[in-house]
C-alpha cells in the first residue's frame, strides 16, 4: 500500500467478507484484524464472526484498496476472499433504499442485503423471483440487491451462489437487521 496521506480526511470502510467462518474457513476475529492492521489501515474492529470489518483509510481508489485486501487475505488466509467495501454514507444511502420497510417477516421469511460486485442488468424486471420460488429479489441499486427469501418445504437455498450464477457477479449476503446494526456498530 502507499502510504497515507495526511491531508486526506480517512474514511471508514465497512468491509464485508465472504467466506469467513462458514465452509471450514476458521478465522478468528484478532487474526483477521491484524490482517487488515498488516496492510496499514487503522482503527480496524471487527463485528460479529462472519467477516465484517470496519477500518479508517485515506486510500483514494476504494477498486483499489479492496483488490489490495483481497489478495492480501487470499494469500494470507489459503483461500479467495471476496471483499466488498463500502463507506458508512453508502451503508445509510443503501439502508434508505431498502424496501423492507412495511414488509412483515413470517417464520417462513427473511430479509437480505446481497452485496454484488457489479449491477446487475438494467433490463431485469423486478421483482424478479428464483425458479424455485425461494428469492424474490425486490430492488436493486448498483451495488446491493434486497431479497425477499423464503423457506419453502422446511428449506431455503443459497441465495448467493443463485445471484452468483445468474447475473455472473461476486455477492456476499447479510440479514438485513443484522446490516442495519452493522451500520449503528461502525458510526459509534
Not at 31 to 59: A, C, K, M, P, Y
Request: aromatic share 8%; hydrophobic share 40%.
Amino acid at each position: 500500500m502507499s502510504p497515507s496521506n495526511s491531508t486526506l480526511k480517512p474514511t471508514t470502510y465497512i468491509a464485508l467478507l465472504r467466506g469467513i467462518n462458514v465452509g471450514g474457513h476458521a478465522v478468528s476475529m484478532e487474526r483477521l484484524r491484524g490482517l487488515f492492521t498488516e496492510l496499514g489501515l487503522r482503527d480496524v474492529r471487527s463485528f460479529i464472526q462472519t467477516g465484517n470489518v470496519f477500518f479508517e483509510s485515506d486510500h483514494p481508489d476504494r477498486s483499489s484498496l479492496e483488490r489490495t485486501i483481497h489478495e492480501y487475505l487470499t494469500k494470507h488466509l489459503g483461500y479467495s476472499v471476496p471483499v466488498f467495501l463500502r463507506t458508512v454514507s453508502d451503508m445509510e444511502k443503501m439502508l434508505l433504499e431498502a424496501p423492507f420497510g412495511a414488509m412483515e417477516l413470517t417464520p417462513e421469511t427473511r430479509h437480505l442485503v446481497v452485496f454484488i460486485s457489479a449491477s446487475l442488468p438494467a433490463n431485469l424486471e423486478l421483482p424478479a423471483v428464483s425458479p424455485t420460488g425461494e428469492f424474490e429479489i425486490l430492488a436493486a441499486t448498483a451495488s446491493e440487491v434486497f431479497v425477499l427469501l423464503r423457506t419453502v418445504k422446511g428449506k431455503s437455498g443459497n441465495v448467493v451462489q443463485w445471484i452468483e450464477r445468474t447475473f455472473q457477479v461476486a455477492a456476499s449476503a447479510r440479514f438485513y437487521h443484522t446490516t442495519r446494526k452493522m451500520l449503528e456498530a461502525a458510526q459509534s
